[in-house]
């Protein structure tokens, strides 16, 4: 009698399932770096050149936000409605009332108009003058740094774009590494003046927008500078061809202060 044959068998791992050919299940494919970190990715295949490009995209940045906030700060400071009392004021011939409506405002026509009013006999021109010069100085800040950061961007790209063609080029003398060299180098070149066209694009639309902001501020400075002077010069020749003193024409001790 022969001896009885046992056979075994092997079960399955747990958390497989077998496949129909016998074959493993292969594993899915990671992410690629490209989908993973795009501008990671792009940042380390750029060149050095994207360090300036980085710096430049930060200033820009900030510089952009700074500017917003003080503008939304600035339209949130207008006051018409005062300033309409206060030439309301100064037709009446009342001027110490109109420079007690103007004190203490956050209204950059206000201030210039407090300057003007309470500088009128020294110098009521050179008064408004130096107000409104300080004031389109405030709006037009930082703009200068974005005029060069719009400039500066392309260029950077520009230079990177001729590093990562000098590299290409430099490539072909080796035979054996001149296709992944080339192709390298060519990315290289693409990926800086991309990115330094990107900046540009990004700084343009608000240096153009706060620009005409400060064209728009200096106007309404202007104007308002220009009723002023109108006003009181012919509240002045009503005095004098009257002979009678208007109440808040009296010359006052005219104090320095900032604005």
């Known amino acids: 009698m022969s001896p009885a044959t046992t056979t075994t068998t092997t079960a399955p791992a747990v958390g497989t399932s077998p ?25 380390n295949h750029g060149g050095p050149i994207m360090w300036p490009i980085l710096v430049v995209s930060i200033v820009a940045l900030a510089v952009v936000l700074e500017r917003v906030f003080w503008w939304l700060g600035r339209w949130m400071r207008r006051d018409p409605k005062r300033i309409e009392k206060v030439f309301t004021a100064i037709e009446v011939g009342d001027v110490a009332e109109a420079s007690r409506l103007s004190r ?43 005029d060069t950061l719009v400039t500066l961007a392309p260029l950077l790209g520009l230079l990177g774009t001729i590093v990562g063609l000098m590299k290409a080029f430099g490539a072909l003398k080796n035979e054996e590494v001149a296709v992944v060299a080339v ?3 060519i990315a290289e070149a693409l990926i800086a003046t991309a990115c330094g066209l990107g900046i540009a694009i990004f700084a343009l639309i608000p240096f153009n927008f706060f620009s005409s ?12 500078a220009t009723n002023l002077e109108v006003m009181l010069e ?24 900032s604005i």
Request: glycine share 8%; aromatic share 8%.
């Open 183 to 185: 192709t390298g180098g």
């Open 19 to 43: 496949s129909p050919s016998g074959t493993p299940t292969p594993a899915p494919t990671p992410e690629s770096e490209w989908d993973k970190n795009f501008f990671i990715y792009n940042f």
């Open 213 to 224: 902001r400060v064209s728009n501020l200096e106007f309404e400075l202007q104007t308002a």
């Open 234 to 257: 012919a509240q002045n020749k009503a005095e004098h061809s009257s002979g009678v003193e208007i109440p808040g024409t009296t010359p006052t001790a005219a104090t320095r202060s």
């Open 104 to 146: 203490d405002s956050r209204d950059p026509v206000l201030r210039m108009m407090w300057n003007g009013l309470n500088h009128q006999h020294a110098s009521l021109q050179g008064a408004l003058q130096v107000a409104a010069g300080i004031e389109i100085k405030r709006a037009g800040r930082f703009v200068v740094v974005m």
